[in-house]
């Protein structure tokens, strides 16, 4: 079950900047060998950007402001960043050999990430008319001129999935499967938004004893 969702990201101002952040282990100067952080590689073309998520490095895809606006803390490109797989596991793209007409069709499922330059008559992933289409249209047609998409009015293709392998429990009623991608602000902001909201108070809890008691 593999679904796409489009993105049409635009944070701080129309133009923006995609990035992988990865975080690895960190190399030479790390004597005692317990240093590890983000590494960010910036996504300069559309081929550059197909990509594919990896557990493993805790990887997240973040779309940063390209127009000079700075978060004050950091002095950073505010941004915000796609989580992938943050409800159920993390599963694998499209499992169909290369040359049958699932993937041919469906090749946007390929990889879990694509970047295109807005336009308007691109809506669909795997192209306008999927299960009639004699040849093949969408993500991997649109990317052949290979487009600049670094500092550009952008969208971003989020193509996920469940690997689901029937059991007998499917049966007659499939049981729920869970898969969610989520939108975290990363330097977007100056704190964290909640701290001011006013403290709830629970009006029905009452202390028994002490200097604050009803009684």
């Not at 060998?33 to 996504?43: A, K, Q, R, S």
């Not at 090749?107 to 295109?116: D, R, Y």
Request: some cysteine; aromatic content about 8%.
């Amino acid at each position: 079950h593999m679904f796409c969702a489009r993105i049409d990201m635009s944070v701080d101002g129309e133009k923006n900047t995609v990035s992988e952040v990865d975080v690895v282990a960190h190399r030479g100067e790390n004597p005692f060998g317990n240093m590890f952080g983000p590494v960010e590689t910036v996504l300069r073309s559309e081929t550059d950007a197909v990509r594919k998520y990896d557990a493993n490095r805790a990887r997240t895809w973040k779309i940063s402001n390209a127009e000079g606006k700075l978060n004050p803390i950091t002095g950073k490109p505010t941004a915000y960043k796609l989580v992938p797989f943050t409800k159920g596991p993390a599963q694998p793209p499209l499992l169909t050999a290369a040359n049958s007409s699932v993937s041919t069709k469906g090749e946007f499922a390929t990889a879990h990430l694509w970047v295109t330059p807005y336009d308007e008559s691109e809506r669909y992933p795997a192209g306008e008319y999927t299960p009639q289409a004699k040849e093949q249209d969408g993500l991997p047609v649109w990317i052949k001129e290979n487009d600049n998409i670094e500092g550009e009015d952008v969208i971003l293709w989020h193509a996920f999935g469940v690997t689901h392998v029937p059991t007998v429990e499917n049966f007659p009623v499939m049981n729920c499967e869970m898969t969610a991608f989520s939108l975290k602000p990363d330097g977007f902001n100056a704190g964290n938004p909640a701290i001011d909201l006013p403290p709830e108070t629970n009006e029905t809890s009452e202390l028994d004893s002490g200097c604050c008691s009803s009684k």
